[in-house]
Protein backbone atom coordinates (compact mmCIF):
# COMPACT_ATOMS: atom_id res chain seq x y z
CA UNK A 1 0.00 0.00 0.00
CA UNK A 2 1.22 3.64 -1.21
CA UNK A 3 1.20 5.85 1.60
CA UNK A 4 1.13 9.75 1.46
CA UNK A 5 4.11 11.75 3.37
CA UNK A 6 2.93 13.53 6.07
CA UNK A 7 3.68 17.06 5.27
CA UNK A 8 5.77 19.24 7.78
CA UNK A 9 2.59 21.40 8.81
CA UNK A 10 -0.02 18.28 8.79
CA UNK A 11 1.28 15.73 10.91
CA UNK A 12 -0.78 12.73 9.65
CA UNK A 13 -0.84 10.84 6.31
CA UNK A 14 -4.25 11.07 4.20
CA UNK A 15 -4.59 7.14 4.78
CA UNK A 16 -5.73 6.17 8.39
CA UNK A 17 -2.39 4.51 9.59
CA UNK A 18 -1.78 3.31 13.04
CA UNK A 19 1.54 5.66 14.79
CA UNK A 20 3.79 3.80 17.18
CA UNK A 21 5.05 6.34 19.26
CA UNK A 22 8.09 6.25 21.30
CA UNK A 23 7.34 8.32 24.65
CA UNK A 24 9.58 9.48 27.85
CA UNK A 25 11.31 7.09 29.92
CA UNK A 26 10.70 9.33 32.88
CA UNK A 27 11.26 13.00 31.72
CA UNK A 28 8.37 14.74 30.36
CA UNK A 29 10.81 17.04 27.92
CA UNK A 30 12.34 13.55 26.10
CA UNK A 31 9.68 13.75 23.69
CA UNK A 32 9.71 14.88 19.97
CA UNK A 33 8.37 17.61 18.22
CA UNK A 34 6.32 15.21 15.84
CA UNK A 35 5.60 12.73 18.68
CA UNK A 36 3.19 15.54 20.37
CA UNK A 37 1.85 17.00 16.95
CA UNK A 38 0.87 13.48 16.03
CA UNK A 39 -0.84 12.77 19.56
CA UNK A 40 -3.00 15.79 19.33
CA UNK A 41 -4.28 15.18 16.16
CA UNK A 42 -4.95 11.37 15.78
CA UNK A 43 -8.59 10.60 16.90
CA UNK A 44 -7.64 7.46 19.35
CA UNK A 45 -4.38 7.53 21.24
CA UNK A 46 -4.18 3.29 23.15
CA UNK A 47 -2.08 3.34 25.29
CA UNK A 48 -0.66 0.39 27.71
CA UNK A 49 -2.34 2.57 31.17
CA UNK A 50 -4.23 5.04 30.10
CA UNK A 51 -4.20 7.12 33.86
CA UNK A 52 -0.52 7.01 33.13
CA UNK A 53 -0.44 8.45 30.03
CA UNK A 54 -3.39 11.02 30.62
CA UNK A 55 -0.35 12.83 32.78
CA UNK A 56 2.07 13.12 29.51
CA UNK A 57 -1.07 14.20 27.31
CA UNK A 58 -2.16 16.75 30.19
CA UNK A 59 1.80 17.88 31.01
CA UNK A 60 1.47 19.16 26.85
CA UNK A 61 -2.22 19.98 26.65
CA UNK A 62 -3.45 17.27 24.84
CA UNK A 63 -6.85 16.11 24.98
CA UNK A 64 -7.38 12.97 23.33
CA UNK A 65 -9.92 9.81 23.42
CA UNK A 66 -8.17 6.79 25.13
CA UNK A 67 -8.47 3.15 24.11
CA UNK A 68 -6.92 0.76 26.60
CA UNK A 69 -3.99 -1.84 25.06
CA UNK A 70 -1.68 -3.73 27.29
CA UNK A 71 -0.71 -7.48 27.99
CA UNK A 72 -3.96 -8.66 29.05
CA UNK A 73 -6.26 -6.93 26.33
CA UNK A 74 -3.89 -6.91 23.74
CA UNK A 75 -6.18 -9.36 20.56
CA UNK A 76 -9.19 -7.16 22.04
CA UNK A 77 -7.29 -3.91 21.73
CA UNK A 78 -6.15 -4.98 18.44
CA UNK A 79 -9.61 -5.67 17.07
CA UNK A 80 -10.94 -2.06 18.07
CA UNK A 81 -8.02 -0.72 16.34
CA UNK A 82 -8.54 -2.22 12.99
CA UNK A 83 -11.96 -1.22 13.40
CA UNK A 84 -11.37 2.64 14.27
CA UNK A 85 -8.93 2.58 11.22
CA UNK A 86 -11.01 0.49 8.87
CA UNK A 87 -13.67 3.66 10.04
CA UNK A 88 -11.64 6.01 8.34
CA UNK A 89 -9.76 7.04 11.44
CA UNK A 90 -6.57 7.40 12.62
CA UNK A 91 -4.74 5.87 15.54
CA UNK A 92 -1.50 5.94 17.83
CA UNK A 93 -0.25 3.39 20.14
CA UNK A 94 2.15 4.61 23.26
CA UNK A 95 3.21 2.21 26.48
CA UNK A 96 4.36 3.75 29.78
CA UNK A 97 7.75 4.38 28.87
CA UNK A 98 9.94 4.93 25.52
CA UNK A 99 9.13 2.52 22.19
CA UNK A 100 6.03 0.20 21.87
CA UNK A 101 6.18 -3.30 21.16
CA UNK A 102 9.94 -3.19 22.35
CA UNK A 103 9.69 -5.49 25.42
CA UNK A 104 6.16 -4.00 26.10
CA UNK A 105 3.14 -4.67 24.54
CA UNK A 106 2.41 -3.91 20.93
CA UNK A 107 4.04 -6.00 18.78
CA UNK A 108 0.68 -8.61 18.61
CA UNK A 109 -1.37 -5.37 17.99
CA UNK A 110 1.07 -4.15 15.18
CA UNK A 111 0.88 -7.90 13.94
CA UNK A 112 -2.90 -7.78 13.42
CA UNK A 113 -3.14 -4.20 12.16
CA UNK A 114 -0.54 -4.78 9.24
CA UNK A 115 -2.34 -8.11 8.51
CA UNK A 116 -5.68 -5.87 8.26
CA UNK A 117 -3.88 -4.24 5.94
CA UNK A 118 -3.61 -0.73 7.30
CA UNK A 119 -0.22 1.51 7.55
CA UNK A 120 1.79 1.29 10.24
CA UNK A 121 3.94 4.46 11.08
CA UNK A 122 7.11 4.51 13.46
CA UNK A 123 7.95 7.56 15.19
CA UNK A 124 11.37 6.79 16.67
CA UNK A 125 11.72 8.80 20.45
CA UNK A 126 12.86 7.19 23.85
CA UNK A 127 14.37 3.63 23.78
CA UNK A 128 15.82 2.27 27.05
CA UNK A 129 17.56 -0.06 26.11
CA UNK A 130 19.37 1.82 23.10
CA UNK A 131 19.96 4.33 25.68
CA UNK A 132 21.97 2.21 28.34
CA UNK A 133 23.85 0.80 25.03
CA UNK A 134 24.77 4.49 24.55
CA UNK A 135 26.59 5.03 27.79
CA UNK A 136 28.15 1.60 27.79
CA UNK A 137 31.00 1.43 25.64
CA UNK A 138 30.49 -2.19 24.44
CA UNK A 139 28.42 -1.19 21.46
CA UNK A 140 31.57 -0.97 19.10
CA UNK A 141 30.70 -4.52 18.02
CA UNK A 142 27.24 -4.24 17.65
CA UNK A 143 24.71 -5.96 20.44
CA UNK A 144 22.23 -8.08 20.67
CA UNK A 145 18.66 -7.21 22.22
CA UNK A 146 17.42 -9.92 24.91
CA UNK A 147 14.58 -8.30 26.86
CA UNK A 148 13.40 -10.33 29.84
CA UNK A 149 15.38 -13.47 30.96
CA UNK A 150 13.53 -16.26 32.20
CA UNK A 151 11.37 -15.69 35.83
CA UNK A 152 12.20 -19.13 37.28
CA UNK A 153 16.03 -19.60 37.90
CA UNK A 154 16.42 -23.16 35.97
CA UNK A 155 15.57 -21.23 32.62
CA UNK A 156 17.03 -18.06 33.39
CA UNK A 157 20.57 -20.09 33.68
CA UNK A 158 19.53 -22.43 30.75
CA UNK A 159 18.73 -19.02 28.23
CA UNK A 160 22.28 -17.62 30.17
CA UNK A 161 24.41 -20.66 28.60
CA UNK A 162 22.99 -20.10 25.50
CA UNK A 163 24.20 -16.88 25.51
CA UNK A 164 27.29 -17.48 27.03
CA UNK A 165 29.55 -17.44 23.83
CA UNK A 166 27.89 -14.45 22.06
CA UNK A 167 30.57 -11.68 21.24
CA UNK A 168 28.82 -8.62 20.56
CA UNK A 169 26.93 -6.87 23.50
CA UNK A 170 23.94 -7.77 25.10
CA UNK A 171 20.99 -5.88 26.62
CA UNK A 172 18.43 -7.06 29.06
CA UNK A 173 15.63 -6.00 31.16
CA UNK A 174 14.83 -6.63 34.85
CA UNK A 175 12.45 -6.02 37.22
CA UNK A 176 13.77 -4.82 40.80
CA UNK A 177 12.31 -8.34 42.87
CA UNK A 178 14.71 -10.57 40.35
CA UNK A 179 17.54 -8.12 39.47
CA UNK A 180 19.90 -9.89 42.66
CA UNK A 181 19.26 -13.15 41.35
CA UNK A 182 19.73 -12.02 37.52
CA UNK A 183 23.32 -10.67 38.02
CA UNK A 184 24.15 -13.99 40.53
CA UNK A 185 23.22 -16.11 37.54
CA UNK A 186 25.02 -13.87 35.21
CA UNK A 187 28.47 -13.53 37.23
CA UNK A 188 27.94 -17.73 37.46
CA UNK A 189 27.33 -18.46 33.79
CA UNK A 190 29.32 -15.69 32.05
CA UNK A 191 32.07 -15.33 34.26
CA UNK A 192 32.78 -12.82 37.36
CA UNK A 193 35.64 -10.54 35.31
CA UNK A 194 32.84 -10.33 32.42
CA UNK A 195 31.94 -6.24 32.64
CA UNK A 196 28.43 -5.54 33.30
CA UNK A 197 26.73 -2.12 32.97
CA UNK A 198 23.53 -1.36 35.26
CA UNK A 199 21.04 1.49 34.38
CA UNK A 200 18.65 1.78 36.84
CA UNK A 201 15.70 4.95 36.79
CA UNK A 202 16.97 6.27 33.87
CA UNK A 203 16.24 9.82 33.51
CA UNK A 204 14.34 9.85 36.55
CA UNK A 205 14.98 11.57 39.56
CA UNK A 206 17.32 8.84 41.46
CA UNK A 207 19.05 7.64 37.34
CA UNK A 208 21.84 5.49 38.11
CA UNK A 209 24.47 4.31 36.01
CA UNK A 210 27.21 2.35 36.71
CA UNK A 211 29.66 -0.08 35.35
CA UNK A 212 31.97 -2.88 37.16
CA UNK A 213 32.77 -6.73 36.54
CA UNK A 214 30.11 -8.96 37.46
CA UNK A 215 31.98 -10.27 40.52
CA UNK A 216 31.32 -7.05 42.09
CA UNK A 217 27.54 -6.33 41.41
CA UNK A 218 26.67 -8.44 44.84
CA UNK A 219 28.66 -5.79 46.95
CA UNK A 220 27.14 -3.12 44.91
CA UNK A 221 23.46 -4.35 45.56
CA UNK A 222 24.13 -5.50 49.38
CA UNK A 223 25.64 -1.54 50.30
CA UNK A 224 22.72 0.00 49.99
CA UNK A 225 19.07 -1.24 49.38
CA UNK A 226 17.71 1.82 47.48
CA UNK A 227 19.77 0.16 44.53
CA UNK A 228 17.25 -2.66 44.53
CA UNK A 229 14.51 0.08 43.27
CA UNK A 230 13.04 1.24 39.95
CA UNK A 231 13.49 -0.55 36.44
CA UNK A 232 16.34 -2.07 35.04
CA UNK A 233 18.90 -1.71 32.01
CA UNK A 234 21.49 -4.19 32.07
CA UNK A 235 24.45 -4.24 29.18
CA UNK A 236 26.52 -7.46 29.47
CA UNK A 237 29.95 -7.66 27.83
CA UNK A 238 30.29 -9.96 25.15
CA UNK A 239 32.19 -12.91 25.24
CA UNK A 240 36.02 -12.03 24.88
CA UNK A 241 37.89 -13.11 21.53
CA UNK A 242 39.69 -16.15 21.46
CA UNK A 243 37.96 -17.50 24.96
CA UNK A 244 34.53 -18.23 23.28
CA UNK A 245 33.40 -21.84 25.36
CA UNK A 246 30.00 -22.63 22.98
CA UNK A 247 26.46 -23.93 24.46
CA UNK A 248 27.77 -27.73 24.01
CA UNK A 249 31.24 -27.43 25.55
CA UNK A 250 29.55 -25.96 28.34
CA UNK A 251 27.10 -28.78 28.56
CA UNK A 252 29.89 -31.46 28.35
CA UNK A 253 31.84 -29.59 31.03
CA UNK A 254 28.51 -29.44 33.49
CA UNK A 255 28.09 -33.16 33.20
CA UNK A 256 31.94 -33.47 33.85
CA UNK A 257 31.90 -31.93 36.51
CA UNK A 258 29.24 -33.56 38.34
CA UNK A 259 31.43 -36.63 38.45
CA UNK A 260 35.05 -35.05 38.21
CA UNK A 261 37.41 -33.08 40.11
CA UNK A 262 37.94 -29.60 38.34
CA UNK A 263 41.11 -30.42 36.07
CA UNK A 264 40.16 -33.67 35.07
CA UNK A 265 36.33 -32.86 33.64
CA UNK A 266 38.59 -29.67 32.02
CA UNK A 267 40.84 -31.93 29.95
CA UNK A 268 37.73 -34.15 29.27
CA UNK A 269 35.68 -31.52 27.89
CA UNK A 270 38.80 -29.78 25.94
CA UNK A 271 39.20 -33.71 24.45
CA UNK A 272 35.42 -34.22 23.77
CA UNK A 273 34.76 -30.86 22.51
CA UNK A 274 37.61 -29.53 20.80
CA UNK A 275 37.24 -25.90 22.84
CA UNK A 276 40.37 -24.44 24.34
CA UNK A 277 40.98 -26.05 27.57
CA UNK A 278 42.51 -22.99 29.09
CA UNK A 279 39.39 -21.40 28.99
CA UNK A 280 37.54 -24.61 30.01
CA UNK A 281 39.70 -25.17 33.23
CA UNK A 282 38.87 -21.31 34.22
CA UNK A 283 34.95 -21.65 33.42
CA UNK A 284 35.16 -25.01 35.90
CA UNK A 285 36.99 -23.23 38.79
CA UNK A 286 33.79 -20.37 38.35
CA UNK A 287 30.93 -22.99 38.14
CA UNK A 288 32.89 -24.65 41.79
CA UNK A 289 33.23 -21.62 42.92
CA UNK A 290 37.24 -22.04 43.75
CA UNK A 291 40.03 -19.43 43.45
CA UNK A 292 42.67 -22.13 43.11
CA UNK A 293 43.30 -25.40 41.34
CA UNK A 294 41.85 -28.50 42.80
CA UNK A 295 43.80 -31.68 42.42
Not at 21 to 28: E, H, I, M, R
Request: glycine share 8%.
Amino acid sequence: MTVSAPLPDRPLSSTPSLYVVATPLGNLHDITLRALAVLAAVDVVAAEDTRHSQRLLDAHGIRARMLAAHQHNEHEAAGVIVAELAAGRQVALITDAGTPAVSDPGARLVARVRAAGHPVVPLPGPCAAVAALSVSGFAEGGFRFVGFLPAKAGARAAALRELADERAAMVFHEAPHRIVECVADMEQVLGGARELLIAREMTKLHEQIVRMPLAQTAAWFAADTNRLRGEFVLVVEGAPAGEVVDARARRVLDLLLAELPVKGAARLAAEITGAPRKALYALALERKGEDSPQA
